[in-house]
Each structure stands twice: as C-alpha cells, then as structure tokens.
T-cell receptor, first 114, second 114 residues
Framework: DAGVTQSPTHLIKTRGQHVTLRCSPI?????VSWYQQVLGQGPQFIFQ???????GRGNFPDRFSARQFPNYSSELNVNALLLGDSALYLC?????????????FGEGSRLTVL | GQNIDQPTEMTATEGAIVQINCTYQ??????LFWYQQHAGEAPTFLSY????GLEEKGRFSSFLSRSKGYSYLLLKELQMKDSASYLC???????????????FGKGTHLIIQP
C-alpha cells in the first residue's frame, strides 16, 4: 500500500507569493495533520483535519489555511509568504480521532522563500 | 504552554546501549511519543506511553513517569543505522491541537561510532 504522498517535493517562491501544498493520506486514514519543520528543530503543529472538519490548530498566523476533501486528501495554503516560512512542510495521517497517536508522515514539501 | 527538553546531541558506540532523556511540562497530559527521523527523511513512529512504566518493543524501550514529567528512550545493541534524530513529543488535552496535534521537542541527534 502507498504511504502518505505529498506534492510538490521542492519549490521556490518569492516573498509575498502564495503556495499550495497537497497531501494524500494512507488509504483508510481519515485524519490529516500538517506540521512545519525548520532545519534543526522538531516539527511544529499547524492543523489537524478529520472528516473534512478542522479539529486542531497550532499557533500560526491566519496566512496559513487548510482544507480536507471528501476523499480525505488535504491542501495547505500559505499566503503572503515571508522568508521565515522557508521550511519542510510535513503531512501526517492517522486512522482518526480515537487513534493512539501513531502518525504516518509523508516525505514533506521543502519550501524555500527568497 | 508546553515545554519539552531533550539533549541536543549524543554519541554512542556500536553494540552498546544509550538512553535519551526527555522532560516535559504540560497541562492535560494525554500521551508521550518517540519518533525517529533520519536526515532528509520523514519521522517514523517508535513508541507511545500514556501510563507510567516501561514499554518494550524489540531493541527499543520507552519509559514514562507522569509525576516527574519525564521519559526516556532506551536503545539496545546499537547499530550504525540507528544514527538519526530522536524526537520526543507530547499530546495535551488543552493545547487546541486535537488528537493528532503533538508538541515536539527539538530532537536529539544520536551519532553511532564503530
């Protein structure tokens, strides 16, 4: 079975632009979470979506938004990009709200903002 | 808020045992997790503790003391492939993060020497 897939794997943007990152969860997983990982740091939680509804939100500005589709795939959108948004964006899926916490991470989308 | 502390870097010898400590401060504790992350790769789940005590899984064991806000990951019979970052993460009922909104530490970079 395929794992969590993310696209694109790498992208370069300039300040002020917007970006859309995409994630497909493992088949049968209904929960998708997004994390930001800056080099040398642990992942930082951005959003969780379960059954197309936002179930959790981290401490990120309103420039960050996300949604989940009926097939449980998800998009993360970031507007008005700043240099500090340069990071690895990780998507993780799990079985759902009753999970014991095992998250399955994708390989990530590495965003560089110039 | 939540705070997680773990050593930045550790070095150990192939075949030996290493213990990676993690201390945390949080309200509404609802689970502690360990993830392994090789350079340039996605984090992978190692263990989950929600009750006090030791959880053993092959060469890896994880311990939790909720009263002390303390956990450790024990790796036995170290192999070169164990060189990686080890991330301690906490789930809280009151963080607004939902079931999959984990707070990660900065990670411990483990170097295995021959």
């Amino acid at each position: 079975d395929a794992g969590v897939t993310q696209s694109p794997t790498h992208l370069i943007k300039t300040r002020g632009q917007h970006v859309t990152l995409r994630c497909s969860p493992i088949s049968g997983h209904k929960s998708v979470s997004w994390y930001q990982q800056v080099l040398g740091q642990g992942p930082q939680f951005i959003f969780q979506y379960y059954e197309k509804e936002e179930r959790g939100r981290g401490n990120f500005p309103d420039r960050f938004s996300a949604r989940q589709f009926p097939n449980y795939s998800s998009e993360l959108n970031v507007n008005a990009l700043l240099l500090g948004d340069s990071a690895l964006y990780l998507c993780a899926s799990s079985r759902g709200m009753a999970s014991t916490g095992e998250l399955f991470f994708g390989e990530g989308s590495r965003l560089t903002v110039l | 808020g939540q705070n997680i502390d773990q050593p930045t870097e550790m070095t150990a010898t192939e075949g030996a045992i290493v213990q990676i400590n993690c201390t945390y401060q949080t309200s509404g504790f609802n689970g502690l997790f360990w993830y392994q992350q090789h350079a340039g790769e996605a984090p992978t789940f190692l263990s989950y503790n929600v009750l006090d005590g030791l959880e053993e899984k092959g060469r890896f064991s994880s311990f939790l003391s909720r009263s002390k806000g303390y956990s450790y990951l024990l790796l036995k019979e170290l192999q070169m492939k164990d060189s990686a970052s080890y991330l301690c993460a906490v789930r809280s009922l009151y963080s607004g993060g939902g079931a999959d909104g984990l707070t990660f530490g900065k990670g411990t970079h483990l170097i295995i020497q021959p």
